[in-house]
């Protein structure tokens, strides 16, 4: 490196240090470098110190690397510092961080493989890039290939795309899309499709032409230069293709890991076919030619869906099945000519085993004969001058024979191929200029370099060499535009090296003279070359260890030819009397191949221009006869004229440079190798572009891009008003050495380094101003926390002084208190005390006198009670003694007793015993025992006598003996007294002793029956209490079951309403989607229509002068087409019709094609329509399910009523045919003057006329009477048997849950309440019903008398005439009312009288209708025959009558109308007015006038009340005839001014008012009820049409589109400049330094928009829509679609524009996305949806400001970007881009991280915003309150012929 920046070389300098393994290293100074030092001390990036060394002898410093800020732009030559390791950093950085594959290097497009599918050549990218400038986005192929499309339609010039690489670098990828961006913007000139067959021979050649190799799966073998034309229009009209160097030595060898042609293994995966199977195919491991290198199959490619896409694109260019089939024919024999085997028959010759299988497969499949193939294969033929010659081959000669015939064969196949293609894509339109793309091999060196390698980098130099000049021509036309003084830049010229090969005595010239020797050889070759070149030119060297080499010092680099092989590849010699054998084949696609051989046949059997490469021309081909040294052209030869044939071509064009470049060897997606990049970038001329621009003035800025970035250089006093002097004065200042800048007219040129200096100096001075601003703010934090710690400091020690004398002040507080208390405490102890003892003392007073007198009190009390007790006791003890004795005494007679009756009882027991045991033992004594029993019986009844007896003597003996034992026992009382004491004491003590027991017994069993108690009470507790627990469980869990069954029943019902909403929803986008590819298809059957009426116009234009021409009347299409849903194509056809004689000059299959097109169009929006309909239908049916049963009915009476109507057709017919035969009768009393005004007949004529006007009148009247009637009850019965209905209940939940006890009793309860609350409601229900019926039978009662009354009066004062029609009016009103009252009051009695008289008036309203029908038709003919009368008579009648009768003429009834009471709101024309009418009010109508001075809609009001009268009047035809011209002349103003959005505006407006006047005055009941009664009473009466209702929202849609189109390209220019590039806010954002491809500056110049035009462009759309009066809603939907675009374009931009994404750009954004919301809000607009079509550029805003480090920011970043895909948030941040030192890039890592975190979302990959998108629009009904009656015609529009009825 130079030493003029060694001021550069500081301490923190960072430098390129050569590497062995990164090729440079980057490192940094950490001592600054003096003049004169042998090495500097420097740092690596891992922190490793090194000292380098520099070359003693040049003393050159390492290169200085760039700012960061300019690291990754999109143009190396906007880097300060031009040189290798610059550009190998930056492409690295945009590739392998950045993701960014494309670069410009100058007017370079270096593209890298990613190896790896990205989506960004999607049609939307096409369009994004369609109309750009190429500095203005990010680098791209479409960049390059708009550029030559814009400059060949600018400069009139031809252009080239010259794409170059080595193989697998993407050159094919590459130049397939840039055809496809040619085919995709240019579109094709005819409906031939051109666009699509050049891009059908794609995979053709790629069959034919591409194989696998080590480097590639899909390397191109070939070079092939394509020629697309355009026409004057720039289409696409046809192309042409060139190849060159076809890479024949493939088909009959490949290398390991390497695949022959596609087209083999294509064949070979799909010889299953059954169409193949006689090519006789099978594996291709079975074939020689394809198993060589090992690697059939490519990974993720299927060969037999490839094969497939080659057929399709074969029957697209035109080449049929039978070619085909002759194609994979000839495939198949050259596989099987390669299986041929070759064997020794001696050691010079040899031979072909007889019936070889593969030798026959090839001949039955070329169709020639087995011995002459087998012959020539082992034989040649050698000619003298005298004698011919045949001569044996031996095995190895024979086998290259083989190979070379198979070679051959292939080439003439691939020739003829590429012939065809050139053919299908030729058309007899007239080229006006082209575009070539060239996709050639790039410069090439492996190990063993051979014949190959010397053409391809030979081409390279040629390219290279007019590479040089190009870019040398365009830098020194920048010098002379900016007038900046020119020096002399030294280039490396590659002149010598290209006179080395192709100059006479070159190295081709002694090729070409030792293939014309007898005995030439390599060797002597190579011996040649040494001697001639060795000595005199330096770019040729020898090898030191080879005589059978030499070395070419090329462009690139060093390259070393082996010339074994060079001789034979240049003759390239066949057999001739091989080829004579195929000429002479029965296979007639192998004679074509071959049947240019005599005249094209070269030893190479090549074509002139082919040989590896083919030219291929339309031109005729020349004549037979050619020079002997035609004949004669070697390969070389060939290779070098057309060569010299493509640079001229080239040198003719403009050319356009892509350098692909392959990242590494081993096809890894986004891994960057820099050995293998830098050996690339040298070989495809890049850094010799980058020389070339670093030796002059590489950096360049314009003044005020200057200006704008370092403005903080500037001081205030050195800015001038002048910019341009402002930066000179300031450069002088920074840059002492006037060498390093020049000043041209518009631009700073500035040497390399410069720019990278200033931007150190600007550096600094803002890393100055950063650390003043940083101490400044620090010292006022500084201060304000010291303030801070100051004031609450003190307000610490305030608080706590204030605190310690609250303390003090509490505790003197408390003392004094405390002494308070003590002395009120003492003293109140004291007085308790003393109060005590006085108390005590009192009370043991008290106590003690009351007890001393308590003692005496109970002392005479107890003597008292004493005595009495003394007294009481004594009598007591008496008694008891008594008692004791009566006692004693009973209870021992007692025992006695029962002593007796125990003994008794025992033996009734034994007695019992033994009787029953004698029972027992002896049954049959049982008799006996009954016997006895009645015995015993007997006797005891007679012992009963006895004892009777017995008891009565003994009562009168026991008194006797009583008496006398009470004497003995008082008289031995005394006696036995001891005795008896002591027997009852002892019989006392024993019953004691039992009682004891008996007590002790008891007692036990009481205390086991209390403990069984206690336990039985314990249990039962227990069990009550294990109940309660159970029961309060079973409640709880009842609770619960209730709960869940409330939760459940609430997550139903939010279940239901979700999914109803879904639906909903669903439905509504199922309905939007609809309607968005209905209006699509609207707009594309409009184009149809527009393109074939231009077809139409030209072809008239064309033949207009042509003898024969038949003018057809301009109005046909118009008064005889009726304008239904298909009267587009009912035109066309028409316009074909007339058309017919005057379309002979077009291709009437086109013209057939369009129609076909219009019809499966129209079938498709038929189809589309009926669909939308159906939708529609089911919308409506998911929120309108309860009335299907009305609708049912509704349906029966419209069969009924087409019935009724077919029956009153039937009528008109006898009708219409009664008054033919009428007219016959007054046509033929018209020649005897009968039927003239004033006759008998014409008298009676119109009597019957005048009579038939009032019953028609009084029909009317009765007629919407009974309408209104029917219709009222219709709805009452309607209603009646909605609510008469009975309730449905909604089904308890809990059914569905549970069923136990607790549940079932529950539901019982629940029905039990809801049975008897029915049944409550029921019986409220009659009584109320019962009460309201009386209550109405008494106001029907009071209504009807009154009613009477009322028509009683007006009756008597009508004449009896219409005292008639009155009373008949009345009573079809009573019986209607009765009816209707007997319904309400008994709906299933009244049911068949209802139906009855239903019918009936059905009945009587058609009769009516009929009736009334009849009698306008009659009238409307009579008028017609008055008139006709009139006419004929009239002549006469002057002549004839008299004075008198003159005078009476006026008296007869000749159409005398009733009298009208106001305007109806109805304008009558003639029929012969109608094209004025048109004309005035639609073709020269001026929209601004109409829209200022008048109403608005005033045209569509007019046009309705034509309509309106044309309905009145019953007129079909005039009907019919308005509307196709209302509409057809809307259509063709659009079309005329389609691009003034005031007119298009102006006629959307017009045409939805008069759509909605169709809709308000229908007649339907839904558009009805926002009318008037005066509005209703003006709706259409005759005519439905809904039919063009559905013609007319088309029209709309159509209207509604064009508008959207015209807005959006009015908006277009503006959005990219005024939302991205222009700085709202002046100052935040900076200008980086930019390269060649200048991009748009983002300082608004003047001319340049801004946002306020924005803004203005949208007010003056806003208020032309508000003047036109278009709907509210309408106007919504039209903002919505302009903030879309806004949004949608200035997305797509910024995810294209590197230089866009950056901190600052996303605050503009920020702030002009608020404005925009500012203006939405100022027009009352915030709620139309505009806002939310701005989300995605907001969050992009967001996107670019928020911080990208750590995780959290990446999980706020997905949150926060819900409205963008995964691959826009990965864009934005790849492309973030720092404008000052002070940002930072984000990290790999970090988008990582994002990609991982939204992994999972499901979206579509594509990158951008559908700019093209329409949001579907709907018309919703908006009635007018303006009376039809009032509206006022001015006299401006010149409508003076219509009439107001």
């Known amino acids: 490196m130079n030493r003029e920046l060694e001021y550069m070389f500081l301490e923190s300098a960072r430098v390129w240090i050569p590497d062995a ?433 010397f053409c391809i980098n030979y081409a390279n130099e040629k390219l290279q060499q007019q590479f040089n000049m190009h870019v040398f021509k365009l830098e020194q036309e920048e010098y002379m535009k900016e007038q900046i003084p020119w020096t002399l830049i030294d280039f490396y010229d590659n002149q010598p090296c290209i006179n080395l090969i192709e100059a006479k005595m070159g190295i081709l010239d002694l090729l070409d003279e030792e293939c014309k020797m007898p005995r030439g050889s390599d060797d002597t070759w190579a011996q040649k070359l040494y001697n001639t070149h060795l000595k005199t030119c330096s770019l040729f060297e020898k090898p030191r260890m080879s005589n059978r080499a030499f070395i070419i010092q090329h462009f690139a680099d060093k390259v070393e030819y082996q010339c074994d092989g060079f001789l034979e590849k240049n003759k390239d010699t066949v057999n001739e009397e091989q080829i004579k054998v195929l000429k002479a084949s029965k296979f007639d696609l192998l004679v074509e191949l071959f049947q240019d051989e005599e005249k094209a046949t070269s030893p190479t059997g090549q074509v002139p221009g082919t040989g590896g490469r083919t030219r291929l021309s339309i031109k005729p081909n020349k004549s037979r006869e050619t020079s002997s040294k035609e004949h004669k052209k070697t390969v070389g030869c060939q290779f070098r004229n057309s060569l010299q044939m493509l640079m001229e071509t080239l040198n003719a064009t403009t050319p356009h440079y892509v ?182 003392a009192l009370a043991m007073q008290t106590i003690l006198r009351g007890y001393m007198a308590r003692l005496k009190y109970q002392g005479l009390l107890r003597e008292h009670k004493v005595v009495v007790i003394q007294k009481i006791v004594r009598g007591w003890l008496a008694r008891c003694w008594y008692k004791r004795c009566l006692y004693s005494i009973v209870y021992l007679q007692c025992c006695i007793r029962r002593m007796r009756a125990r003994r008794e009882l025992k033996k009734l027991k034994i007695e019992a015993r033994s009787v029953e045991h004698f029972k027992k033992l002896n049954k049959g004594m049982e008799n006996k025992i009954m016997q006895l029993q009645r015995r015993i019986d007997e006797q005891t009844k007679e012992n009963r006598s006895v004892n009777e007896k017995l008891n009565s003597l003994e009562s009168s003996y026991s008194a006797e003996s009583e008496r006398m034992r009470s004497e003995v026992n008082r008289l031995r009382g005394v006696d036995e007294e001891a005795k008896n004491k002591t027997k009852q004491v002892s019989s006392l003590q024993e019953e004691l002793e039992r009682l004891r027991r008996e007590l002790s017994t008891t007692q036990q069993e009481k205390k086991t029956i209390e403990d069984w108690a206690q336990t039985y009470r314990n249990e039962m507790e227990k069990m009550v209490s294990e109940l309660k627990d159970q029961n309060g469980l079973l409640k709880k869990e009842k609770d619960d079951l209730n709960r869940s069954i409330q939760e459940q029943s609430q997550q139903m019902t939010e279940k239901m309403a979700r999914a109803i909403a879904e639906e909903t929803q669903q439905l509504e986008t199922d309905l939007n989607e609809e309607r968005s590819r209905y209006q699509n298809l609207l707009t594309e059957h409009l184009r149809l229509e527009e393109k074939y009426d231009d077809l139409k116009e030209r072809t008239l234009a064309s033949n207009v002068s042509k003898p024969g021409h038949r ?196 539901v019982g309860l629940k029905d039990t309440n809801r049975l008897l609350e029915h049944q409550l409601q029921t019986q409220r229900r009659s009584h109320d019903n019962e009460v309201e019926s009386l209550r109405g039978e008494l106001q029907n009662v009071k209504e009807d008398n009154n009613r009477q009354q009322q028509l009683l009066a007006q009756n008597l004062q009508l004449p009896p005439e219409a005292r008639i029609e009155a009373s008949l009016q009345h009573e079809i009103t009573r019986l209607t009312n009765e009816n209707l009252e007997l319904m309400a009051d008994d709906p299933t009695a009244s049911r068949e009288a209802r139906v009855i008289i239903l019918r009936r008036m059905v009945d009587l309203m058609e009769q009516l209708e009929k009736q009334d029908r009849t009698i306008r038709k009659l009238k409307k003919q009579l008028k017609v025959y008055s ?136 007649g339907d009941e839904a558009f009805m009820k926002h009318n008037t009664s005066r509005q209703n009473e003006h709706c259409l009466s005759n005519f439905d049409l809904a039919e063009y209702r559905q013609v007319i929202s088309d029209l709309a849609i159509q209207i509604y589109q064009q508008l959207i189109k015209c807005m959006e390209n009015i908006l277009q220019p503006m959005i ?57 809603e309408l106007i919504k939907q039209v903002v919505k679609q302009q903030f879309y675009i806004i949004g949608a374009v200035t997305l797509n931009n910024l995810l294209l524009r590197k230089d866009m994404c950056s901190w600052s750009k996303g605050m503009q954004i920020r702030y002009n996305v608020s404005q925009l919301e500012e203006w939405l809000r100022d027009k009352g607009l915030m709620m139309c949806g505009a806002k939310e079509t701005l989300e995605p550029l907001i969050q992009a805003a967001q996107l670019l400001q928020v911080k990208k480090k750590t995780d959290e920011d990446a999980e706020a970043i997905c949150s926060m970007c819900q409205g963008l895909t995964t691959a826009q948030i990965v864009k934005v941040l790849n492309l973030y881009t720092p404008v000052n030192e002070f940002e930072e890039r984000v990290s790999v890592s970090f988008i990582r991280t994002i990609q991982t975190r939204l992994r999972d979302r499901c979206e579509s990959p594509q990158l951008l915003m559908d700019t093209k998108m329409i949001y579907p629009v709907t018309f919703p009904f908006n009635p007018s309150s303006l009376a039809l009656e009032t509206i006022q015609i001015p006299g401006s529009l010149n409508l003076g012929f219509l009439t107001r009825v």
């Open 21 to 453: 393994e990164d090729v440079w290293k980057s490192a940094e100074l950490t001592k600054d470098y003096k003049n004169g030092d042998a090495s500097l001390q420097l740092m690596l990036e891992d922190g490793t110190n090194i000292e380098h060394t520099l070359d003693p002898k040049t003393k050159n410093l390492p290169y200085l690397r760039n700012p960061d800020i300019l690291v990754g732009e999109n143009d190396l030559t906007a880097l300060s510092y031009l040189h290798e390791p610059a550009v190998l950093h930056n492409l690295k950085v945009r590739f392998i961080d950045s993701k960014l594959i494309y670069t410009y290097c100058g007017i370079v497009l270096v593209a890298i493989n990613p190896y790896e599918t990205l989506q960004i050549y999607g049609t939307d990218i096409i369009n994004a890039y369609s109309g750009q400038n190429m500095g203005d986005m990010d680098p791209h192929i479409f960049a390059v290939a708009e550029e030559a499309y814009k400059q060949m339609a600018r400069d009139e010039r031809n252009q080239s795309i010259i794409v170059s690489g080595e193989s697998g670098a993407g050159k094919t990828v590459s130049a397939k899309y840039a055809m496809r961006y040619f085919a995709t913007v240019s579109g094709s000139a005819s409906e031939a499709n051109v666009e699509e067959k050049v891009l059908a021979s794609n995979p053709i050649m790629e069959a034919i032409g591409n194989a696998k190799t080590t480097r590639n799966d899909n390397s191109s073998r070939f070079g092939k230069y394509i020629e697309i034309g355009f026409d004057h229009r720039y289409r696409i009209i046809g192309a042409n293709m060139r190849t060159y160097l076809l890479e024949k030595s493939r088909v009959i060898f490949q290398a390991d890991e390497e695949r022959n042609y596609h087209v083999f293994y294509q064949l070979c995966a799909s010889s299953h076919l059954p169409e193949f199977k006689t090519l006789r195919l099978s594996s291709a491991n079975n074939f020689l030619y394809t198993r060589q290198g090992r690697s059939p199959v490519i990974y993720g490619v299927d060969d037999t869906k490839e094969l497939c896409t080659t057929r399709n694109a074969f029957t697209l260019l035109g080449i049929n099945e039978s070619y085909q089939m002759g194609l994979f024919q000839v495939l198949a024999a050259i596989l099987h000519l390669g299986n041929v085997e070759i064997k020794d028959r001696d050691s010079d010759s040899s031979l072909i085993a007889p019936n070889n299988n593969h030798l026959t497969a090839f001949c039955e499949l070329v169709g020639v004969t087995y011995q002459d193939m087998s012959q020539w294969l082992c034989h040649r033929k050698l000619k003298t001058a005298t004698e011919t010659y045949i001569k044996p081959l031996p095995r190895l000669q024979a086998t290259n024979a083989r190979d070379a015939l198979s070679k051959h064969i292939y080439a003439k196949l691939f020739n003829w191929i590429v012939e065809h293609v050139n053919k299908a894509l030729i058309t007899n339109v007239k080229q006006h200029s082209f575009i070539g793309v060239l996709d050639i091999y790039g410069f090439e060196t492996f190990e063993i370099n051979s014949f190959e390698q």
């Open 659 to 840: 350098r692909c470049i392959k990242p590494n060897d081993f096809k890894l997606a986004f891994t960057f190798d820099p050995k293998r990049a830098v050996q690339q970038l040298r070989a495809c001329g890049v850094l010799e572009t980058i020389r070339i621009s670093a030796a002059g003035f590489p950096s360049r800025w314009t003044y005020q891009e200057f200006f704008s970035r370092y403005r903080v250089l500037m001081k205030q006093k050195d800015v001038l008003p002048d910019k341009k002097l402002t930066c000179r004065n300031v450069l002088e200042k920074l840059v002492q050495d006037q060498d390093k800048y020049q000043f041209g007219k518009t631009k700073i040129f500035f040497r390399a380094g410069q720019v990278a200096y200033l931007e150190k100096l600007r550096a600094d001075k803002l890393r100055v101003a950063c650390i003043r601003i940083q101490k400044t703010i620090r010292c006022w934090l500084a201060r304000k926390k010291y303030l801070r710690q100051r004031s609450a400091a003190i307000t610490i020690q305030r608080f706590t002084r204030g605190y310690q004398a609250r303390c003090l002040a509490k505790f003197m507080r408390r003392t004094n208190a405390a002494t308070t208390i003590q002395k009120y405490q003492r003293m109140c102890v004291e007085r308790k005390r003393y109060r005590q003892k006085q108390a005590a």
């Open 1111 to 1306: 003018r057809t009347d301009s109005t046909h299409s118009s008064n005889e087409s009726e304008y239904t849903y298909n009267s587009e194509y009912a035109e066309l056809e028409e316009g074909s019709r007339a058309a017919e004689d005057v379309t002979r000059g077009i291709d009437t299959s086109l013209t057939l094609k369009l129609q076909k097109r219009l019809t499966e169009l129209e079938q498709e929006k038929q189809s589309l329509r009926n669909e939308l309909e159906n939708k529609e239908e089911q919308f409506q049916r998911a929120r309108a399910r309860d009335d299907v049963a009305f609708k049912k009915a509704r349906g029966a009476e419209l069969e009924y009523e087409s019935l009724k109507r077919q029956e009153l057709e039937s009528e008109n017919k006898k009708l219409k045919h009664n008054l033919a035969e009428m007219r016959q009768s007054l046509l033929g009393d018209a020649a005897t003057h009968a039927g003239a005004p004033g006759s008998p007949a014409y008298k009676v004529l119109l009597d019957q006329l005048n009579s038939s006007c009032e019953e028609l009148d009084v029909r009317k009247e009765e007629v919407l009477i009974l309408r209104s009637q029917l219709v009222s009850q219709k709805e009452a019965m309607h209603h009646k048997e909605t609510m008469t209905e009975p309730s449905v209940y909604v089904e308890d939940v809990s059914k569905l849950k549970d069923a136990d006890e607790i549940k079932q009793a529950y």
């Open 1427 to 1562: 008139k006709r009368i009139g006419e004929m008579g009239a002549g006469q009648t002057e002549g004839q009558t008299s004075p008198g009768q003159m005078v009476d003429e006026p008296i007869h009834p000749v159409n005398i109308p009733r009298r009208e009471k106001d305007f109806q709101g109805m304008l009558e024309y003639k029929k012969e007015d109608e094209l004025k009418l048109v004309k005035n009010l639609i073709l020269e109508l001026k929209p601004r006038g109409v829209a200022v001075n008048l109403i608005p809609g005033l045209p569509a009001y007019v046009l309705f009340m034509c309509l309106r009268h044309a309905d009145y009047v019953n007129d079909d035809q005039k009907v019919r005839t308005l509307l196709t011209s209302t509409i057809n002349s809307i259509k063709k103003i659009l079309k005329k001014r389609g691009d003034d959005f005031e007119t298009v505006s102006f006629w959307l407006s017009n045409t939805c008012r008069f759509l909605h006047c169709l809709k308000q005055y229908s």
């Open 1616 to 1672: 990219v400049s005024g939302m991205l590039e222009h700085e709202t806010i002046q100052g935040v954002s900076g200008v980086k330094p930019t390269g060649l491809r200048k991009r748009t500056s983002s300082i608004a110049d003047e001319g340049t928009y801004t946002l306020d035009s924005i803004l203005r462009q949208l007010s003056a759309f806003h208020s032309t829509m508000c003047q036109h009066g278009t709907d509210p």
